[in-house]
């Protein structure tokens, strides 16, 4: 028999590296229970967006406009150290610091001792976040093309949260490769979206408090490497390299990514069994991220007078609400789908038994849901409260509900086959017990983490 090793786009794939790598395939059993843990906190925190979305868009619409205006202008914090922030400020640079150390965290783990170290078998996911920014940035630039091309970024990222939130609403029965490939891809997608924020939107840059924020961080770094876990040693060298960052000019969630590529993912030699600090650390944020950061942010950030149908029908004039709602619906799946089928085409990757293209089509159109990430680019490129970053709201809002809509209708009409192979996954090929994750590791050896 062909020695088999755990996979977390794969069920059980071949370790033979003449076999052809899996666009989307079935996940073990074990494998399916430690992404549906990830998944179902992100799907609750998707939840939570929506009602904070929704609860900004009635009371920015409301009488009580003003209020909603007022709160997120209120500024707090010590102005000695230059951090009396707004609260929409204090959401957008601070709580989504936490997000994106948490996707930097899954990102590094990834890498390390995940699929993603494979080359082979992180072409496809790694092609298809690549594909899913160049092509509505491109779409995007083109419909404004001498005008406000510098907001060419918006249209560019994935909501993982809000996509999953969708997917728990369509059915039960979705197979977990298509949960999982939706999540490396927007993993990958987070870390091309920190990139471009740290190099396109930095508007002016200090290098002092740049420089000085690599001493907090290297203690840190030291700290983490020895797995220290001491919350009161950690958090205050955590908070002090993210307010040096944010003093830098560079946009502060870029200070959650160093801090999360400093944690180390393996355990220390002669440690027993379990997960390696980087995942615990993931377990232990992911909550807070998922369950209070991003839906405080969408409550401070997407609340924007719409003017009734009128005032919707003008903002869809506009070049930059139709750059970013085309870039959403449709330059998301089209770079999406032609990244994966090249790839599939030049490394002759197949799809699993059962799963067909037009799986991949609803995961494309379904990866068009933008908005945390979005809206957080649309102030950066605009500048909060101008009309340009009104229109963004708009269009960000719009783009993500069509593509929900859309990728509802592609993948309920396949719910039958996904309910076999939903029912097949409950049950491992050869009928073993499969080893759990946090005893095996990734690739199912004892110790590996």
């Given at each position: 028999?062909?020695?088999?090793?755990?996979?977390?786009?794969?069920?059980?794939?071949?370790?033979?590296?003449?076999?052809?790598?899996?666009?989307?395939?079935?996940?073990?059993?074990?494998?399916?229970?430690?992404?549906?843990?990830?998944?179902?906190?992100?799907?609750?925190?998707?939840?939570?967006?929506?009602?904070?979305?929704?609860?900004?868009?009635?009371?920015?619409?409301?009488?009580?406009?003003?209020?909603?205006?007022?709160?997120?202008?209120?500024?707090?914090?010590?102005?000695?150290?230059?951090?009396?922030?707004?609260?929409?400020?204090?959401?957008?640079?601070?709580?989504?610091?936490i997000f994106f150390f948490v996707a930097g965290l899954e990102l590094k783990r990834e890498f390390v001792a995940g699929d993603l170290r494979d080359p082979r078998r992180a072409a496809v996911p790694v092609a298809a976040a690549v594909g899913g920014v160049l092509v509505p940035a491109l779409l995007y630039a083109v419909v404004n093309w001498g005008g406000a091309v510098k907001g060419w970024?918006?249209?560019?990222?994935?909501?993982?949260?809000?996509?999953?939130?969708?997917?728990?609403?369509?059915?039960?029965?979705?197979?977990?490769?298509?949960?999982?490939?939706?999540?490396?891809?927007?993993?990958?997608?987070?870390?091309?979206?920190?990139?471009?924020?740290?190099?396109?939107y930095t508007a002016h840059l200090s290098l002092l408090p740049l420089l000085a924020a690599a001493v907090p961080l290297g203690l840190f770094m030291l700290l983490v490497q020895r797995r220290v876990r001491s919350w009161w040693l950690l958090l205050p060298l955590a908070f002090a390299t993210w307010a040096l960052v944010h003093a830098s000019g560079v946009h502060a969630t870029v200070a959650g990514v160093l801090l999360a590529f400093a944690v180390p993912v393996r355990r220390s030699a002669g440690a027993g069994p379990g997960p390696g600090l980087a995942e615990h650390f993931e377990h232990r944020f992911r909550p807070i991220?998922?369950?209070?950061?991003?839906?405080?942010?969408?409550?401070?950030?997407?609340?924007?007078?719409?003017?009734?149908?009128?005032?919707?029908g003008q903002a869809f004039m506009d070049p930059i609400a139709v750059g970013v709602t085309l870039g959403l619906v449709v330059g998301k799946p089209i770079g999406i789908l032609l990244a994966t089928w090249l790839v599939a085409r030049f490394t002759r990757a197949r799809l699993d038994e059962g799963l067909?293209?037009?799986?991949?089509?609803?995961?494309?159109?379904?990866?068009?849901?933008?908005?945390?990430?979005?809206?957080?680019?649309?102030?950066?490129?605009?500048?909060?409260g101008t009309d340009a970053n009104g229109r963004v709201k708009i269009a960000v809002l719009a783009g993500s509900v069509i593509a929900a809509a859309l990728a509802t209708t592609v993948l309920r009409a396949r719910n039958r086959v996904y309910r076999q192979i939903y029912e097949a996954e409950h049950v491992d090929r050869d009928g073993d017990e499969v080893p759990d994750v946090y005893q095996t590791g990734w690739s199912g050896r004892p110790g590996a983490s």
């Open positions: 028999m062909v020695p088999t090793r755990l996979s977390k786009v794969g069920l059980l794939v071949t370790s033979n590296p003449q076999s052809p790598p899996r666009v989307l395939g079935r996940g073990s059993w074990a494998e399916a229970r430690r992404i549906a843990d990830v998944l179902r906190k992100e799907t609750i925190g998707g939840a939570l967006l929506l009602i904070g979305a929704v609860v900004a868009l009635i009371w920015a619409n409301s009488p009580w406009a003003h209020r909603y205006e007022a709160m997120t202008a209120l500024t707090v914090g010590p102005h000695a150290l230059h951090l009396d922030l707004s609260l929409a400020t204090w959401a957008a640079d601070g709580l989504l610091a970024a918006v249209p560019t990222a994935t909501d993982i949260a809000f996509a999953l939130a969708v997917l728990a609403v369509i059915g039960r029965h979705l197979p977990s490769a298509l949960r999982t490939f939706l999540l490396t891809l927007a993993v990958v997608d987070d870390l091309l979206a920190i990139v471009i924020i740290a190099v396109f991220s998922a369950g209070v950061a991003v839906p405080v942010f969408a409550l401070m950030s997407a609340g924007v007078a719409v003017g009734g149908f009128d005032g919707l067909a293209w037009i799986d991949v089509v609803g995961l494309a159109v379904l990866s068009g849901i933008g908005f945390t990430v979005s809206l957080l680019i649309g102030e950066l490129a605009f500048g909060a």
